[in-house]
Structure formats: C-alpha cells, structure tokens
C-alpha cells in the first residue's frame, strides 16, 4: 500500500440541499464491495482515472454546511477536480413536476439526492455486466471476489480498500477465474468486449446523452438494462430508468398504481416524466416504496431474457 504523508484536500459548497450518502451510495455494488468502504471517517471510494489510480476519502462538514474531500495517488488532483460534478452540481431539475402524490412525498423526504455524474464509465460498467441476469447476491459476490483477487491495494492509509483491474487486467483474467466467480461466459465474454475498447467508452463522458448511450449499446451485450444502470452513475443521466429489471416495473406500479406493470406500462406511465424518468424510480427507492410480498422470497432464475 502506497500512503502520502499528507492527501490532496478540496471543498465543495454545494448551493442546495445535499445528503452524501444518498447520492454517491448507487457507486457501491454489495455490502462487501472492497472499492466502496464506508467507516467513522466518511466514504472512501477507490478508482482508476485518467491520470492514475487514486483513492477519495468523502465527509460532510456541517457547520460549514460543505463536503470535504481527501484525495491519494497519481489520479488524486482529477477525482477532486470532478467533486461537483460526481455530487450532482450540474444536475439540472428544469421542467421537473411530480405527477403523483408518492413521487411527491419522496421527493420532499429526500431534498438533498442528487444524479451523481463520476465520469468514469468502465468503473460501473464492469460491475453492472457482472449483474446481469443473476440475483445481487450472486453479482456482488463475484464482483467482490475478482476485485479482490485481480485488483490492487488503493493508494493512501484505508487498509482493505481496493482498486478494481484495469482494462488490461480485466483482459488477463482467465476464463476459468471468471467462472469460479461465478461469471458466466456470457457476461465475461461482454467484459472483455467492453475493456478492449474502453478508452472509447470512457469518451462517453463527455459525450452528449443521445450519443453515449448510443456508443454504449453498439457494444455486443450491452443492452438497454446496463446502458441505464451506467449513465445513472457515469453520466449523470436523470431520464435513463432501468427497464429490463427485474423488480423496476413491478415497484414502481405498486408505488403509483397499486398492482404490478411490465415494462411497456411502465414506459407509457412514465411518460409524463420525460427528461426526468430516473428520478421517479430513484426517488421511490430512496422513499422505501416496496410491492408487497405474498410467499416467501425466492431464489431468481439464474437467466432473465431482458436485463442487459
């Protein structure tokens, strides 16, 4: 573990309501994600960047009404340079109208949640891949267990707290490995895909929306499903809902409409929502809004035809 005597340091004021933990949590993927950790000393986030690798130590100081950022490693001065833009300063609310009384409640229970917008699109996009068509538990365990196996001690003093594989590490993982994680071949064929080309995916940051996710879908196994799941997180995208889930539709009917909806009601009731569809779904996950449950969970098959 390489640690600096002293972290580079940035404050950002944001000029409106901000609840930290609400908007960077969506960057976590499981409980155990080693490059997610969050202790007594705030949110600690490591990341591969333009510039290096470099891990972000994120903590909210109250009295100054800011948040303040620490930041090691070659990458350290670009993660702080993004710090707005990764808690959703740019993240425009023009034109939003809440359609339904829930939609409403959440929005006033949750003043401070933002889009994030990290600019790193392979740092989400690998994990999401990985939970394709399989239940989270299984997602994050394999997730956790590649980062672990095939990433790197971040930079700075967070003990535990890892780097995921570069693209080129990703690339060298045998297929073997992916699959004692529990990745099937299908997903790892589509991680490979996604590493070989990732300077031109991470271009998508600075890409209008249309065509980022345009770039994104031209890659074989990158369907609607994933593309939303990364623009939620790399591109601050606040109209990409995640159709193709599992759950997404049912929730959201039960929410607004009291029973369950597939994805072309959910397309059609949300249509009021134009440019602002993500946040209904955010917002009411963030509210606890959940369909009841009838019989005891079970186990999701391992193979769902439409999340991708």
Avoid at 45 to 50: E, H, M, Q, V
Avoid at 60 to 87: F, K
Avoid at 243 to 249: L, P
Wanted: glycine letters at 10%.
């Amino acid at each position: 573990m390489t640690v600096t005597a002293l972290p580079v340091e940035r404050r950002y004021r944001p000029g409106h309501p901000l609840s930290l933990g609400a908007v960077v949590g969506c960057l976590r993927h499981g409980r155990g994600d080693p490059t997610f950790v969050r202790d007594g000393a705030g949110i600690w986030l490591a990341r591969r960047t333009p510039d290096g690798p470099a891990t972000l130590l994120l903590r909210e100081d109250p009295r100054a009404g800011e948040v303040v950022g620490q930041a090691w490693g070659s990458g350290a001065g670009w993660l702080l340079d993004g710090l707005p833009d990764l808690l959703g300063a740019d993240d425009d609310w023009d034109g939003w109208v809440a359609h339904h009384r829930p939609v409403a409640d959440a929005r006033r229970a949750n003043p401070g949640w933002r889009v994030p917008r990290s600019r790193l699109v392979l740092d989400s996009l690998i994990p999401i891949v990985i939970e394709q068509k399989v239940t989270g538990r299984e997602a994050f365990a394999g997730f956790r267990s590649l980062v672990w196996r095939f990433g790197e001690p971040a930079p700075g003093p967070r003990d535990g707290l890892r780097l995921a594989p570069s693209p080129a590490g990703w690339l060298a993982i045998p297929s073997w490995e992916y699959l004692r994680a529990g990745v099937t071949p299908q997903r790892s064929d589509t991680i490979i895909r996604c590493a070989r080309v990732a300077g031109r995916l991470e271009e998508c940051a600075e890409l209008p929306l249309p065509q980022a996710r345009a770039r994104l879908r031209a890659v074989p196994g990158v369907g609607v499903w994933t593309m939303a799941e990364v623009a939620q997180r790399a591109l601050g995208d606040p109209d990409s809902p995640s159709f193709g889930d599992y759950h997404v539709a049912k929730e959201i009917g039960w929410a607004l409409l009291g029973h369950d909806i597939d994805d072309l009601q959910l397309e059609e009731l949300l249509i009021p929502y134009a440019g602002h569809r993500y946040r209904v779904q955010a917002l009411l996950a963030l509210a606890g809004s959940r369909r009841p449950r009838r019989a005891p969970r079970m186990t999701l098959p391992t193979h769902l035809p439409t999340r991708r």
